[in-house]
Nanobody
């Protein structure tokens, strides 16, 4: 009933920049908090950044000052602007959102992921 689709991943050189997008569609009454997660091979999935409906966004310490999360509620889009990329940022990035599908029901959804590879 609801889908999250990420895009914008790719191969970039260390120190480069990349912006990821997440489009939400389907039976959406309203979108609550949205977030970006990432998972590298052999490692557990970790939270990268969160964008509450209202309030200040927060980031994991390793990306503070380099990544910026933002959202366009009207277009139901979530973005992750990444700068100063490092090899350790290489991972499959996932979009996550807590969505109200009606006035009474909220559910959590995951996107399929988009690959970000930082290498020379």
């Amino acid at each position: 009933q609801v889908q999250l689709v990420e895009s914008g991943g790719g191969l970039v050189q260390p120190g480069g920049s990349l912006t990821l997008s997440c489009a939400a569609s389907g039976n959406i009454f309203s979108i609550k908090a949205m977030a970006w997660y990432r998972q590298a091979p052999g490692k557990e999935r970790e939270l990268v950044a969160r964008a509450p409906t209202d309030g200040i966004a927060d980031y994991t310490e390793s990306v503070k000052g380099r990544f910026t999360i933002s959202r366009d509620n009207a277009k139901k889009l979530l973005y992750l602007q990444m700068t100063g990329l490092k090899p350790e940022d290489t991972a499959l990035y996932y979009c996550n959102a807590d969505i109200w599908v009606s006035r009474w029901i909220s559910r959590n959804y995951w996107g399929q992921g988009t690959q970000v590879t930082v290498s020379s």
